[in-house]
């Protein structure tokens, strides 16, 4: 492989590694924002006029839960993504070698 094709695909390496890393961390950050979103909504439904030992109807957790647990393919999607781009990039810094 020439030394001009080596650099050319170091650089697609690196700017994928790029890419997929930060959109993995983007996904990661919408991910803990819905979250605490919904802990936000959860706490400020109704929890503020109850005594410490008044039960949780299971009604509101089940809310919580689905609201929590609702997209689990945007995490794998991210953890994934987050993967591509650490090999990508090791790829790309043994071509850089």
Request: charged share 20%; with cysteine.
């Amino acid at each position: 492989m020439s030394e001009t094709a080596q650099v050319a695909l170091a650089v697609v390496c690196f700017s994928v590694a790029l890419l997929a890393q930060v959109t993995g961390l983007a996904m990661l950050v919408a991910d803990a924002r819905r979250t605490g979103s919904a802990l936000r909504r959860w706490r400020d439904s109704g929890m503020a006029g109850r005594e410490r030992e008044a039960p949780v109807r299971l009604a509101e957790l089940t809310g919580l839960l689905d609201s929590l647990l609702g997209n689990r393919f945007d995490r794998a999607a991210a953890v994934a993504l987050l993967a591509v781009g650490v090999v990508a990039s090791a790829a790309g810094g043994f071509l850089a070698l």
